[in-house]
């Protein structure tokens, strides 16, 4: 096993990281965070009772929000129709994460916290719209300083932002200082670019396999899973599977495997699975 899959492996049966609890105020909740699952993410976090909230009090480090540029702004909504302006991705996530690690007091400002923007309108009006807003929070974002090279700033919070979607990708990594990642598909797996240029690859799983987590994970599908896990990590980027099942069955396999994300709309159900496996490993 590679030094990396052996540290990804750690990191979800350790479920290292307590975040601290985030102030509350009558205007912001602000959930009590538990302890950090960094291979978790929450898939289309915004449609959850508490966007972002919900996701840090289940410990998950990553999260999913559709944007679309309407008037300038950036109005978060899976579709057009159901945008409103008081749904902006300041107000539901980058003000409330500015605040969320404002409050830290221990060392979980120092791990990374993966924001994924899923771009619905066209591609690239609203990276460079992005690209404005992220500006304004210096204090938040990991700015990657060449675009095609491994050189970070790695002072302060390590938030990083991966572009999916409609992604401008010549506009990315042309913009300076770059703030966001590209975010690849599986046909980008012997792409050039840089693990910082294009850190996660991401896919439909089910374009790619028929096991929905019921009876066995058939033999010839679990090889193809290790040989794209190898690809990717060959590559230092992290892998990521959209439209899987939330079925402990599947999260194990790619877990055992270890695909390095695990996309998930149950965040309770996800979490306590995690803490089982970490208890059954201690």
Same mark, same amino acid.
């Given at each position: 096993m590679s030094l990396f899959s052996? +540290?990804?492996?750690?990191?979800?049966? +350790?479920?290292?990281?307590? +975040?601290?609890?985030?102030?509350?105020?009558?205007?912001? &909740?602000?959930?009590?965070?538990?302890?950090?699952?960094? &291979?978790?993410?929450?898939?289309n976090d915004y449609e959850h009772e508490r966007p972002l909230h919900d996701a840090l009090q289940a410990g998950f480090t990553s999260v999913e929000a559709d944007v679309y540029l309407v008037d300038n702004q950036l109005l978060v909504a899976h579709d057009r129709r159901d945008t409103t302006p008081d749904r902006s991705l300041e107000s539901l996530y980058l003000n409330p994460l500015r605040q969320h690690f404002s409050n830290q007091t221990d060392d979980s400002t120092h791990k990374t916290f993966w924001l994924m923007i899923d771009v619905k309108s066209d591609a690239i009006k609203t990276h460079r719209k992005i690209q404005s807003v992220l500006e304004r929070y210096p204090d938040l974002f990991l700015k990657i300083k060449n675009s095609r090279s491994k050189q970070v700033d790695s002072k302060g919070p390590l938030v990083r932002v991966v572009i999916s979607g409609n992604r401008a990708k010549e506009d990315i990594l042309l913009t300076q200082p770059r703030i966001s990642g590209i975010d690849g598909r599986l046909s980008d797996l012997n792409s050039e670019l840089s693990s910082e240029a294009m850190p996660w690859i991401s896919d439909n799983w089910r374009s790619h396999f028929r096991w929905r987590g019921q009876n066995e994970f058939p033999k010839e599908e679990r090889n193809k899973l290790r040989k794209y896990v190898k690809q990717v990590h060959d590559k230092g980027r992290l892998l990521r599977f959209w439209a899987t099942p939330d079925s402990p069955a599947l999260w194990d396999e790619l877990l055992d495997l270890n695909v390095d994300l695990i996309n998930a709309d149950d965040l309770r159900g996800l979490q306590l699975h995690l803490q089982k496996r970490a208890q059954q490993h201690n």
């Open positions: 052996h +540290l990804t492996s750690l990191k979800c049966i +350790l479920s290292v990281a307590t +975040l601290t609890t985030a102030t509350l105020s009558s205007h912001t &909740i602000f959930a009590q965070a538990s302890s950090s699952v960094p &291979i978790a993410h929450a898939h």
